[in-house]
């Protein structure tokens, strides 16, 4: 179809056609090339398109949710004003904001990023979390880096992540029977907007004012949303090291976290309907993994092409349910090829995370299920003997033997010579290491479990697809045709496209 300002071209392909030459379709990211012509092809073919070009990484097979919001649904922003962006690489920001008062319950049913014209790549992700209610607005009055020093004393309060963006993603519509709950004692009264800005050519005088906006209703739904946060706790114990095409960490969510808290809240059960895979930019790949009574099931979500750039919510196609028994492994891929020194786990870009953040109902008292890797017997495959006790500096310092003596942990493992075959038998240490569990309620409080050692379980490492079968026969969903869409639009009226090149 081709108008004045648009052309849509649609064309239809096997998701895995058997054939070497072509990309198989599947839940991960694909990047997408583009390039066209403004004028049709004539006799000699088409004319090269010039700097009519570009890339996209899309999730091509995320069901589309049919948005039909009123389009006078009252909303309010939770936006940053005029805050000054530092000359330095990475920066979060955190500013407290008070929500609306509500005099009777109503659900956040769809939140957009509001993000500054011209910011688009600097605003690279924004977390909202819940804060004690204990508060006066005083702590409203100004914004600060987050995870400094100096930062105020009721930001430590806010724990409870309850929504998340990421760069390259969009607005996210909860459906048609969840919301996010406003307006009741259980539900945030306060809430903190962390902002992560990357600015890696450490550009000088800028000013951002980005944000949220949530659209609310009152005509309420039949759950009430709540977010867990299950991975690798972010520590210096994630440890990756340098010079790896390939090296992989896991996070637990555990059964015995897990149990304690469903047991408790929802013996039924809770089912998750979104999820965002979040890592950093020596990441390749993440799947959050399901097991059932030590059984595994289907993941619940996957992206085999991560794209740091393109971090969104990925709607589940079907409601998973999670039941007492059930445990969840966060497993990320990272590529350190290009690396001299170690990566750690932190809050830079350059550090690393390797977390899922599961958007579930009936919301219960849990918001992060996660774990940390033994860090000693990391120090041990170094060659780490004896560390300096009681341990009053951090990083703490070591001992013995006489090569480490007085270095730091993380001075230690960068002195040590990191071969690919010693990283790759790190690795398989580091995967069965017990692990220590964090497991946290709303209100900065414990489940018991939390702080007890577990040992991972007993899998098949890493994860391995079932392998797709040529030759069976194209009704097979693993043949299923996928009818793709494209849209392309133009900001002088009249130019349309008639030929170009798509390709992924």
Request: charged share 20%; net charge negative.
């Amino acid at each position: 179809m081709e108008n004045s300002t648009h052309t849509i071209i649609e064309f239809t392909r096997e998701l895995h056609t058997c054939d070497i030459n072509d990309k198989q379709i599947t839940d991960s990211t694909v990047r997408v090339i583009w390039a066209y012509h403004q004028e049709d092809a004539g006799e000699a073919g088409p004319k090269y398109h010039d700097s009519n070009r570009g890339t996209k990484s899309l999730r091509l097979l995320n069901p589309e949710k049919t948005s039909v919001l009123s389009t006078a649904l009252p909303y309010f922003d939770l936006v940053n004003q005029d805050v000054p962006i530092p000359n330095k690489g990475t920066t979060y920001w955190c500013q407290m904001f008070k929500i609306p008062v509500f005099q009777e319950k109503h659900h956040v049913i769809k939140v957009e990023p509001v993000i500054q014209r011209g910011h688009e790549n600097m605003v690279h992700h924004i977390l909202l979390y819940q804060c004690s209610s204990n508060f006066n607005d005083s702590v409203l009055d100004y914004g600060h880096e987050c995870y400094h020093p100096n930062m105020p004393d009721a930001f430590l309060t806010c724990e409870t992540v309850i929504f998340a963006w990421a760069i390259g993603g969009e607005g996210f519509s909860y459906p048609p029977h969840v919301g996010l709950s406003l307006g009741t004692p259980l539900d945030p009264h306060y809430v903190l907007l962390e902002v992560h800005y990357d600015n890696p050519t450490h550009k000088k005088g800028l000013i951002d004012s980005s944000g949220l906006r949530l659209f609310h209703t009152m005509d309420i739904r039949k759950y009430d949303a709540g977010v867990i946060e299950a991975g690798l706790w972010v520590s210096l114990f994630h440890t990756i090291p340098p010079g790896m095409p390939e090296f992989r960490s896991e996070g637990h969510c555990t059964l015995e976290c897990l149990e304690e808290a469903l047991e408790a809240e929802k013996p039924s059960g809770i089912h998750v309907f979104a999820v965002l895979l979040h890592a950093h930019l020596a990441g390749r790949g993440i799947r959050l993994r399901h097991f059932r009574k030590g059984e595994e099931m289907e993941s619940l979500a996957y992206d085999d092409d991560f794209d740091f750039n393109f971090q969104e919510f990925q709607y589940l196609k079907e409601e998973q349910a999670i039941l007492p028994g059930d445990n969840l492994i966060t497993e990320c891929r990272y590529n350190t090829k290009d690396r001299v020194g170690m990566t750690w786990g932190g809050l830079s870009t350059r550090n690393e995370m390797c977390l899922s953040y599961l958007l579930y109902y009936p919301r219960i008292n849990l918001t992060r299920c996660a774990s940390i890797p033994d860090i000693m017997e990391q120090l041990q495959f170094i060659g780490v003997k004896e560390i300096y006790r009681p341990v009053t500096t951090w990083p703490f310092i070591i001992k013995s033997p006489k090569q480490y003596k007085n270095l730091s942990f993380m001075d230690a493992m960068n002195k040590f010579k990191w071969t690919k075959k010693e990283g790759l038998s790190f690795n398989k240490l580091v995967l069965s290491l017990p692990v220590n569990v964090r497991c946290s309620k709303t209100d900065n409080a414990e489940w018991s479990i939390q702080g007890m050692t577990a040992l991972p379980p007993d899998i098949e490492r890493p994860y391995k697809a079932e392998p797709l079968l040529c030759g069976v026969s194209s009704s097979s969903p693993l043949h299923r045709n996928f009818s793709l869409k494209l849209l392309m639009w133009f900001m002088m009226l009249g130019s349309t496209l008639s030929t170009g090149y798509l390709g992924s």
